[in-house]
């Protein structure tokens, strides 16, 4: 068992072997700390083949494929602005929104059959929830990621661009939902009150 | 007039002579060969297996032979979580029993959803689209919950009349033995729910929040 680089060595080791990408570490503060590599869509195919074919990672095996649904969020700060008031002018505290929008995140866990070694934790995301939700597929350098993309492009909606069969897979054709989604509604004739006659 | 009668049958039984009707003969015979259809769903077919074999014996109540095909069963034990996606072959299969058909709903999720209930794509009760003549709790229910639910089904056999207004659906003309199979549309099912499935008399054992 090798053993594996650290998060900052492999966003040096990637950033150098595949010209113009971008990694971002997105730490995880948790005792695991199982830190995870943010990578930029347009690059990802190339990082995926550099992580497999890399000697000293092998980077063989994809086990898992999941979905991340972050929803848009609103934050609200307080913020001093000079102002007139009456011709004179005064500091006057506002309160300005902004809106986060959301995205929608594809993870994948990478392992080395060869090695013995892993995980490593790719990330990438969408650039929202609703209309761009492309991301490019990575089943022609994992076969295995291809029914784990299925299930996310089935209930997170996520589009797996170069994917060789995309369709849904747990729920049927004609479905339009994503039930994985955080704003999922199921239909309302799903709750039942017993035991009360009509 | 029946208990009269009853008495006689003793008075008769104790002196060598048995007498019974038509319609206790016949009960009597359906009751002790109840095929049920080979047929499993997730963990609860696992007990409902377990049922069958030497340990809990089905074999003892004439239910030893599991029918691969619904033309030959007369049973249909819904074992396990009924998906949304598989509902309407459940209710094909249903449909495609000859009668007289009964359903036993076996485990939490095949009578209501279970612990899945709250997820996308579980079906919430099979009862929802077949008339089910008897519902087992549990988790798995274990084999003797199945073996009491066998045994009250052919409690319920013997108790149907083949005559009067209380006979039951397959006796009577014009009711359906076959239930409409659920469509898969964009959100769910359609329709959620058969209200029909239950004879007016049994009444509707669930509401829809509308």
Same mark, same amino acid.
């Given at each position: 068992?090798?053993?594996?680089?650290?998060?900052?060595?492999?966003?040096?080791?990637?950033?150098?072997?595949?010209?113009?990408?971008? *990694?971002?570490?997105?730490?995880?503060?948790?005792?695991?700390?199982?830190?995870?590599?943010?990578?930029?869509?347009?690059?990802?195919? @190339?990082?995926?083949?550099?992580?497999?074919?890399?000697?000293?990672?092998?980077?063989?095996?994809?086990?898992? *494929?999941?979905?991340?649904?972050? #929803?848009?969020?609103?934050?609200?700060?307080?913020?001093?602005?000079?102002? &007139?008031?009456?011709?004179?002018?005064?500091?006057?505290?506002?309160?300005?929104?902004?809106?986060?929008?959301?995205?929608?995140?594809?993870?994948?866990?990478?392992?080395?059959?060869?090695?013995?070694?892993?995980?490593?934790?790719?990330?990438?995301?969408?650039?929202?929830?609703?209309?761009?939700?492309? &991301?490019?597929? &990575?089943? #022609?350098?994992?076969?295995?990621?291809?029914?784990?993309?299925?299930? @996310?492009?089935?209930?997170?909606?996520? *589009?797996?661009?170069?994917? #060789?069969?995309?369709?849904?897979?747990?729920?049927?054709?004609?479905?339009?939902?994503?039930?994985?989604?955080?704003?999922? *509604?199921?239909?309302?004739?799903?709750?039942?009150?017993?035991?009360?006659?009509? | 007039?029946?208990?009269?009668?009853?008495?006689?049958?003793?008075?008769?039984?104790?002196?060598?002579?048995?007498?019974?009707?038509?319609?206790?003969?016949?009960?009597?015979?359906?009751?002790?060969? +109840?095929?049920?259809?080979?047929?499993?769903?997730?963990?609860?077919?696992?007990?409902?297996?377990?049922?069958?074999?030497?340990?809990?014996?089905?074999?003892?109540?004439?239910?030893?032979?599991?029918?691969?095909?619904?033309?030959?069963?007369?049973?249909?034990?819904?074992?396990?979580?009924?998906?949304?996606?598989?509902?309407?072959?459940?209710?094909?299969?249903?449909?495609?029993?000859?009668?007289?058909?009964?359903? !036993?709903?076996?485990?939490?999720?095949?009578?209501?959803?279970?612990?899945?209930?709250?997820?996308?794509?579980?079906?919430?009760?099979?009862?929802?689209? !077949?008339?089910?003549? +008897?519902? !087992?709790?549990?988790?798995?229910?274990?084999?003797?919950?199945?073996?009491?639910?066998?045994?009250?089904?052919?409690?319920?056999?013997?108790?149907?009349?083949?005559?009067?207004?209380?006979?039951?659906?397959?006796?009577?003309?014009?009711?359906?033995?076959?239930?409409?199979?659920?469509?898969?549309?964009?959100?769910?099912?359609?329709?959620?729910?058969?209200?029909?499935?239950?004879?007016?008399?049994?009444?509707?054992?669930?509401?829809?929040?509308?």
């Amino acid at each position: 068992m090798t053993a594996l680089p650290t998060p900052e060595e492999l966003k040096a080791l990637i950033e150098a072997g595949v010209p113009g990408s971008r *990694v971002t570490i997105v730490p995880n503060g948790s005792p695991s700390a199982q830190h995870s590599l943010l990578l930029d869509p347009a690059h990802a195919q @190339a990082a995926a083949y550099f992580l497999r074919g890399h000697a000293d990672l092998r980077l063989d095996y994809c086990s898992l *494929v999941t979905g991340v649904d972050w #929803p848009d969020t609103a934050t609200t700060e307080k913020i001093k602005v000079k102002k &007139l008031v009456d011709g004179v002018e005064q500091e006057v505290e506002e309160t300005r929104k902004t809106q986060v929008p959301g995205y929608l995140e594809a993870v994948y866990h990478l392992f080395s059959m060869e090695k013995k070694h892993g995980p490593v934790i790719l990330r990438l995301r969408t650039a929202n929830r609703t209309g761009d939700t492309h &991301l490019p597929s &990575l089943t #022609p350098v994992w076969r295995s990621a291809e029914f784990q993309e299925r299930e @996310a492009f089935d209930l997170y909606g996520i *589009v797996f661009d170069g994917h #060789p069969d995309l369709r849904r897979i747990l729920m049927w054709e004609g479905f339009v939902d994503y039930p994985m989604r955080k704003d999922y *509604v199921p239909p309302a004739d799903d709750i039942l009150v017993t035991g009360v006659n009509p | 007039m029946a208990e009269d009668l009853k008495e006689l049958k003793i008075e008769l039984s104790k002196n060598g002579i048995f007498t019974t009707t038509l319609e206790e003969l016949y009960n009597w015979g359906r009751k002790n060969s +109840v095929w049920p259809l080979t047929f499993g769903l997730a963990c609860c077919a696992i007990e409902m297996i377990a049922t069958t074999m030497a340990r809990y014996d089905l074999a003892r109540f004439g239910a030893e032979v599991f029918r691969p095909s619904p033309r030959q069963a007369d049973l249909i034990i819904v074992s396990g979580t009924v998906t949304k996606k598989m509902a309407p072959q459940v209710v094909r299969l249903y449909n495609q029993m000859p009668e007289p058909k009964y359903v !036993i709903a076996m485990g939490a999720c095949a009578i209501s959803g279970g612990p899945f209930r709250d997820g996308y794509n579980v079906l919430k009760g099979i009862d929802r689209y !077949i008339p089910v003549d +008897v519902h !087992i709790p549990g988790c798995p229910p274990r084999p003797e919950a199945l073996i009491h639910a066998f045994m009250t089904l052919q409690q319920k056999i013997e108790a149907q009349s083949l005559s009067g207004a209380s006979r039951p659906r397959h006796l009577r003309a014009g009711l359906p033995s076959e239930f409409p199979v659920p469509a898969f549309g964009e959100h769910g099912l359609e329709p959620a729910q058969n209200t029909e499935v239950f004879l007016a008399e049994q009444g509707n054992p669930l509401k829809v929040i509308q």
